[in-house]
């Protein structure tokens, strides 16, 4: 029998899970309001919150999974990547609760914990499989082997597609967070619309730094003409920008598939909440035969419930971390 508490804390969100053998029986996420005042992450105001938030994320947790501290077998963390502060609290919290209990830690690559949350509810994909990981901060395709062999075959070369829609939202002057709020508008909005180029990048990389700045010189130039052009025609850009986006995404992951003959797809990470990608991955699974995972919304932004299940998966293999261990901001995939 196994009982994994685990952590992540490597951006702005606190987050406790337990893992009971293999089963996520709990998954608190703690918010942090305090970001929107400033349009994204302040770094220092983040780890401090972490702070303040991680003891009642986990005694809450413990409470949800109907478990006692003396019950836990290990301790999983997100060890990078991310920001410094913040994981140094999860770190930090994560090494002296193993300490006192005297159970062994458990480090987690935050990357491959995103492409393992495949492995909490069924359906559960076959390896090898291919997984698109698209966050705030990364754009992958991964060749998932095994649970310990995966392999980035496509990433970004300069700035994430989750960048992307964060930036077009401020722009769009929307709110901190702007992706789900893009999500939202572009539901009531025509994708067609607004045509945006797509980068044309050799082999399975991504690139949307160029993208970013059609956008901007578009809304200057119709504003020039109309100053209320946003306020107009707001859903009708979000549409467009989330179906260019999509479109690129997408394009990419059919000629990953072909390329490796591979149709097990799964998508994750933040951005792969977005209900306009997850429906076109559904329609592509249908014309081109795929078999497609998606996970639960709750699995799909930063959360512990993924760290607890790739925790779970080494603690399988006994393959523990030493209280030496460090965060690692950079942390190599």
């Not at 009642?56 to 410094?84: H, M, R, Y």
């Not at 200057?220 to 859903?235: G, Y």
């Not at 179906?243 to 990419?252: D, M, P």
Request: proline share 5%; hydrophobic share 45%; net charge negative.
């Amino acid at each position: 029998m196994s009982v994994i508490l685990a952590i992540e804390s490597s951006c702005d969100d606190t987050s406790v899970a337990i893992c009971n053998n293999g089963k996520i029986t709990a998954n608190v996420i703690a918010n942090q309001t305090i970001h929107q005042n400033y349009g994204g992450v302040i770094p220092e105001l983040a780890s401090r919150v972490h702070q303040q938030n991680i003891v009642p994320a986990v005694e809450q947790a413990l409470i949800n999974a109907n478990v006692k501290k003396q019950d836990i077998s290990a301790v999983a963390f997100t060890q990078g990547p991310g920001l410094l502060g913040s994981l140094l609290v999860g770190v930090s919290f994560a090494k002296s609760f193993a300490l006192g209990l005297n159970i062994p830690l458990i480090s987690v690559n935050h990357m491959h914990a995103h492409i393992l949350a495949h492995f909490i509810d069924d359906p559960k994909p076959n390896f090898p499989f291919l997984c698109l990981t698209v966050s705030g901060g990364h754009t992958q395709i991964v060749l998932v082997k095994s649970y310990f062999d995966m392999e980035i075959i496509g990433e970004t070369l300069d700035d994430a597609a989750g960048e992307a829609f964060d930036k077009t939202a401020k722009i769009l002057q929307l709110p901190y967070p702007g992706g789900p709020l893009i999500d939202r508008h572009a539901q009531k909005g025509n994708p067609l619309a607004y045509k945006f180029p797509e980068p044309q990048i050799a082999g399975l990389n991504f690139s949307f730094s160029g993208f970013k700045t059609s956008i901007l010189y578009f809304i200057r130039k119709e504003e020039k003409e109309n100053p209320n052009f946003i306020e107009e025609n707001l859903d009708d850009i979000c549409a467009s920008v989330q179906f260019s986006i999509i479109k690129i995404l997408l394009n990419k992951l059919k000629k990953a598939a072909v390329e490796y003959q591979i149709n097990e797809i799964a998508i994750a990470g933040g951005v792969s909440a977005n209900s306009g990608l997850r429906k076109s991955l559904q329609e592509t699974a249908v014309e081109l035969g795929w078999k497609v995972y998606i996970p639960a919304f709750q699995y799909c932004t930063d959360n512990a419930g993924m760290v607890a299940i790739a925790g779970y998966q080494k603690y399988l293999v006994n393959d523990f971390a030493s209280q030496n261990i460090s965060p690692l901001p950079r942390m190599e995939f």
